[in-house]
């Protein structure tokens, strides 16, 4: 059972784009919502996250957009660079470990 | 502060033969979490300990199981290794205890079992 559903599978929008990723969430007990970056070779970085008090967090060019009512969280890269080209994880979570999504495979061309 | 650190960082096996992994959290965090990363399904939540008990596992068979030391350093084992369990194997630390605060990871151990 898939507990959030992320999408797209791969993204590819040029320099200076906006890039989208949104995730989908079931278990309503989930209080905590992070997002991953990872790199080839590289262990997932911490990007930025959010709780259910609010419904948008903004650090620098990452956004994080959260809707209680719909289940739904997204992460907005603005100004997109290609040193931002990897792969995007949303997770979940609340008292176990991160339930994470399948990942995004985002290319920035320039 | 340095950074999670894992050892080793490749890894060879056979079927059969049993592995154990290490990880040593940031200095100060007493949460270490395990993750299994393959490409078919993607990131999984192993186990977490803190202060040496396991307060969390994941939905993975007996075969794989972890201890926590009391310098907040963690082994992970696997026994009887299938070939499914090649994988990236991941260690989290966090200064709390639980999934919903944030976890540092390090660059993982890559197994392959042969």
């Known amino acids: ?110 | 502060k340095a950074g999670v650190t894992q050892t080793p960082r490749y890894l060879i096996k056979t079927r059969g033969q049993q592995v154990t992994l290490s990880c040593s959290p940031i200095s100060g965090h007493r949460s270490v979490s395990w993750y299994q990363q393959t490409p078919g399904q993607g990131l999984q939540f192993l186990f977490e300990y803190f202060s040496e008990t396991q307060r969390n596992k994941g939905n993975f068979p007996g075969r794989f199981s972890g201890r926590q030391f009391s310098n907040s350093r963690s082994e992970m084992n696997v026994s009887t290794l299938e070939l499914g369990d090649s994988a990236l194997y991941l260690c989290a630390s966090s200064s709390l205890a639980g999934g919903a605060n944030e976890q540092f990871f390090g660059p993982g151990t890559r197994l392959t079992v042969l």
């Open chain 1, 1 to 110: 059972q898939q507990q959030v559903k992320q999408s797209p599978q791969s993204l590819i929008v040029q320099k200076g784009g906006i890039s989208i990723i949104n995730c989908a969430y079931e278990n309503t007990a989930f209080d905590y919502f992070p997002w991953y970056q990872q790199f080839p070779g590289k262990g997932p970085a911490l990007l930025i996250a959010i709780r259910p008090d609010v419904s948008e967090k903004k650090e620098g060019r990452f956004t994080i957009s959260f809707n209680k009512s719909a289940k739904q969280f997204s992460l907005h890269i603005m100004d997109s660079q290609p040193g931002d080209s990897a792969t995007y994880f949303c997770a979940a979570s609340w008292a176990d470990g991160l339930t994470f999504g399948k990942g995004t495979h985002l290319i920035i061309q320039p």
